[in-house]
């Protein structure tokens, strides 16, 4: 951009000097009915929008860059460049025309970034737009993230790095601050915003001083802060950000919360994916869509936050699951849906008064959500079992009947259009409205008398917003205006004109409209105003109905799949009584085969061996998501249950590459692998799904068996599925190991899988009849079946397949050994024995 502004017209450099402040955001520029954008901006919008680039007046003989879009459909362009990760400034104008030598001051009025979306036409109702900012130091990582359209704000410390990528997953922000020079901190997700701050931001003194500022206390001690001064420092600089962007205070951030990791069941990122919580390809193969049985916004986000967070202990499970058998036995419980389903997103309205930035909507479904919480509380009376999600829940009649006396039903979309604040609610406004609405009236009377006056029964009065009342008379009888009547416009076919009398009416008429509609702003920001000093008591009321409609969501899953409630114990034991799938086993017109699972002090560990697509997957991912729907306080998809109390859950499931950090499929899985190995405890849960196909069969082998008997040393509950059936006879060195196979039976060269979990290995792997199903060619199934019978043959050399064996060949004696072997019966450790021996026998010829 050329910021040698001398030669630039005054608006140009008005603009210059105004994009200089704001470098690293587009600046949406107003003129007139349209925000304009300039130069490097103009570029970037035109490519990111599909929009025209234009240009207007010259910078140094170089035309410049302009693009533009309409004042009234903004809104959908910035949600677009939101969306592709841009931040925008906007410049609104501020001063009025005439009233200065140059052009009409403008100013940045707001500043909206991918992470500081409170506006309800950018933000998604199931899922939160988190702001999240991180530093580091020699004490560790310090994170804080903000949900600014519900004002809650959290902090957290961790070790270590691998810990940071796995809280990014979990918390999913937005928008990441990260201090300039921190590249280890940069977001691991491409698509994910990254704003870089200046570090002293991120200084701890500055930090806890806005901080306490901000909640109004002498220090953060009342907040569980006092070790976390990395996370304060984090929690300061994201404070900072937020106060510059909204350019306001920011009442509605009244607290915060700190996170202590080991409160929770730990899960990586790996495994949320691989479970499939709440992202899938297909939304509804997802356990939110089989839990999603919320009515409000703010039940379905805090059941996001549920599964991606559930509890350590027992404890907070237990009085879930109270809650939830509870509200299976109450009688009333249509009457709490439907009164749930009147309860608007009273979180996000919240956040939106606060700012100052409520729609006129807004207030009128915070009066109506308002409306149901005696209904609500009467209804949750007799639940003793709710009592600890109902301690806030309260009742606000003084604010609902004020809402109600000031907002007409079905408000104008703005505040600017008038018309909001209902009758009697002010007499200013009743009186300004009383002369605009008989002005009707006032006007037939003008025009019947000046018809009467001067004989011109045609004469009309007419009104555009460029000149204002007129009468209009036709070109015949404009031969006959009277001498009063001053010609105000000339079309081709009539006259207008204005006299003293209709100029006089058009000053009080327009005057008073321009002061109604200043009365009902000031009015209606009075109102927000009120309102703020409730917004903590409403947030925890806002809070406890999020927390109503969750459990109830919960309840109407266990009613609906018929799931039963699950028995928690503190230790990390799994018995499973005919356990389903929960995503699997609901999907529409779906036969579920049910199956028990035992992992405990004498079984640590399933090696579980069968066919490719008999169910080993889904059983090993179905023990999983049973374990998780218990520590969150679910009931479960199965006949019985006694759930343990785990501290993590680890997946090694599945095969993929990862081409944008260079890492193959095998390294990827291997890398996978070592994070298990160094972070597993004996109250972790372990899925290993076919760990080493990405190497030979002897490295994978070996990896294979050494990755299991660590997991046995280890004592974690481990379900291990493997192809090498040579590590099912690792049950007869580890007793806590016990082997299980996925059935089948093949028939007539077909494979019928029954996906039944029985003791004891598989004793083939039908490979070629899944190859079959598949739909390989019937030449290579036969070639393949061809094969592997030559292969099956003890004292047949293995040839190419192109070839075939000739009698007068001779055959080395070490090679009638090697077709001798079986397979299928031969360890890691007796073929090295076998390789030892046999470059003793032989390496002399």
Known sequence: MNTQTASHTPMMQQYLKIKAEHPDHLLFYRLGDFYELFFEDAKTAASALDITLTQRGQAQNTPIPMAGVPYHAADQYIGRLLKQGFSIAICEQVGEPGQSKG???????????????????????????????????????????????????HLMTLDHLQDYHNEMARIAPAECLVSEGE????????????????????????????????????????????????????AGALLQYVQHTQRQAIPHLNGLTRIQRADYLQIDANTRLHLNLTDHPQAQHTLYAVLNHTYTGMGKRLLKRWIHQPPHAPNLSQQRLNAITALLQMKDLPALHTTLNGIADIERILGRIALMSARPKDLEQLQYSLAQLPTLTSLLEPLPELKPFTQDLACFEALQTQLARAIVDNPPQLIREGGVIAPGFDTTLDELRAFSQNSTELLRTIEQQEREKTGLTQLKIGFNRVHGYYFELSKAQAEHAPAHFQRRQTLKHTERYITPELKTFEDKALSAQAKALSQEKALYQQLLTDICPDIPALQATAHSIAMIDTLSSLAIAATQYNWSRPERSQDPIIEIHQGKHPIVSTQPDQTFIPNDCILNTTQTMQCITGPNMGGK????????????LAHLGSYVPAQSAKIGTFDRIFTRIGAHDDLASGRSTFMVEMTETAQILNNASAQSLVLIDEIGRGTSTYDGMALAFAVATALIKMRCKTLFSTHYFELTQL?????????YHLTAQAYEDRIIFKYQVQPGPANQSYGIQVAQLAGLPPAVIKTAQHQLTHMAQPTQQHLPLNQTPSPSSTVHPMVEDLCALNLDDLTARKALELLYQWHSKYASS
């Open 731 to 739: 049950a007869d060195q580890h007793p806590t190991l016990k082997n």
């Open 103 to 153: 052009p009409v001051e403008r100013a940045v009025k707001r500043i909206i970034t991918p992470g500081t979306l409170s506006d309800e036409q950018f933000l998604t109702h199931d899922t939160e737009t988190i702001l999240l900012a991180a530093t580091q130091d020699s004490t560790g990582i310090g994170l804080a993230w903000l949900d600014l359209s519900a004002g809650r704000f």
């Open 617 to 628: 997957s889904t059983y090993m991912r179905q023990v999983a998501l049973i374990t998780l």
């Open 183 to 234: 590249t280890s901190l940069y977001p691991p997700t491409p698509h994910l915003a990254l704003t870089k701050r200046p570090p002293w931001e991120f200084e701890y003194d500055t930090a806890k001083r806005l901080l306490c500022q901000q909640f109004k206390c002498k220090d953060l001690s009342g907040f569980d802060c006092e070790n976390a001064s990395i996370a304060i420092c984090a």
